[in-house]
């Protein structure tokens, strides 16, 4: 099969959809961490953060472009957190490059 995350953008694994544009997809994690929880993702495979690069990093920076809509959208005026895990240390878990969204009740200080 291919990739979890390009099926999920492709539609052909459903997803709860909370954006989409040409660059970035976002849906709601299957496993919430928080009351608000979203995956925000490039339309294109890049396989963690250690893969961007000149080429493809307009899609990290239309991620970043999103994020802030996507909070207000959530009403996350009370703050948030993005977090990307990157590699086995970091418990990347799909590797399809992906920010958590991490929002709606006072978050836990320790990220580590
Ligand atoms: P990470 O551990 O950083 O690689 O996060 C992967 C996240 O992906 C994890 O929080 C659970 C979520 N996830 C895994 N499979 C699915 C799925 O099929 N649908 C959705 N919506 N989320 C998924």
Same mark, same amino acid.
């Given at each position: 099969m291919d990739c979890l995350f390009c099926e999920i953008i492709k539609g052909n694994i459903p997803s709860s959809k909370v954006y989409e544009d040409e660059y970035v997809y976002a849906f709601r994690d299957i496993? /919430?961490?928080? /009351?608000v929880h979203i995956l925000v993702v490039p339309k294109?495979? +890049? #396989? #963690?953060?250690?893969? +961007?690069n000149a080429e493809n990093s307009v899609y990290v920076a239309k991620i970043f472009e999103v994020i802030p809509e996507i909070a207000k959208n959530e009403s996350l005026g009370g703050g948030y957190r993005v977090i990307t895990n990157c590699g086995a240390d970091a418990c990347q878990s799909v590797k399809h490059l992906h920010f958590h969204i991490l929002g709606g009740a006072q978050l836990i200080e320790k990220m580590g």
């Open positions: 496993n /919430p961490q928080a /009351p294109v495979h +890049i #396989s #963690s953060a250690d893969e +961007i």
